[in-house]
């Protein structure tokens, strides 16, 4: 059964700082990994959507990457802004089922 | 852009009432899912849809029912509700296909059972 983990748990960094969220997952068998941001009582934001064959993807300051062979993924956050501070989650669609599975998530503040 | 929407941004029942949690999307997806949110537990799929009038178990269906009589909607029922299924309820949709194809959310619906 398809398990995901992030660490950490919660990030406290100050403002214009580059970061890293990582995602690890326990079985490589999978289509796409979605990453998604989610504001308290909110519900998820599509960030990112990275197929099982690419490496990674990019949209404006954000990258994630890939590596599936590993179980990994990261998403790198370039210049945070106290906007970006929110729970960022990733959650892994296998081939053998319809379901993404997600994340516990990592929670982020970025500091003015 | 997708839309997903949901009935209710907040909802308090009481126990032992019959609670429908409506999801309503523009896309013509033809899955649906939903998940319920909980601290420290993260988010667990309750139940899903790839079709009308189809509907499968996800991990956690006991206390829940769903109805998918429209392509669009898609419902959440709480046959009778109980404290313990006070959480945020998360509806989803997205289309079919293996790859290219992403989850969109709605924005939630807190419900309060009391």
């Known amino acids: 059964k398809q398990e995901v983990t992030q660490i950490p748990a919660a990030l406290s960094v100050p403002e214009g700082e580059n970061l890293v969220l990582n995602c690890s997952f326990t079985d490589s068998a999978i289509y796409n990994l979605q990453w998604f941001r989610q504001d308290p009582g909110k519900g998820l934001t599509s960030l990112l959507l990275?197929?099982?064959?690419?490496r990674e993807q990019t949209s404006g300051r954000l990258n994630a990457s890939l590596d599936k062979s590993s179980g990994r993924s990261t998403l790198y956050i370039a210049a945070s802004q106290p906007g970006d501070s929110a729970t960022y989650l990733c959650a892994v669609r296998g081939t053998r089922g319809q379901n993404f599975v997600f994340g516990p998530g990592t929670r982020l503040s970025v500091l003015p | 852009d997708v839309k997903v929407t949901q009935s209710s941004r907040y909802l308090v029942k009481r126990t032992g009432e019959k609670v429908f949690l409506e999801c309503v999307q523009d896309m013509d997806h033809e899955n649906m899912f939903w998940y319920r949110q909980d601290p420290g537990l993260g988010l667990r799929l309750i139940y899903f849809?790839?079709?009308?009038?189809?509907?499968e178990k996800g991990d956690i269906p006991e206390g829940y029912s769903v109805s998918r009589e429209k392509k669009e909607r898609f419902s959440l029922i709480l046959e009778s509700a109980s404290t313990n299924q006070t959480s945020m309820y998360l509806c989803a949709s997205r289309s079919h296909g293996p790859s290219y194809n992403e989850q969109f959310f709605g924005p939630g619906t807190r419900l309060t059972v009391l």
């Open positions: 990275i197929q099982s064959s690419q």
């Open positions: 849809s790839y079709d009308v009038k189809m509907k």
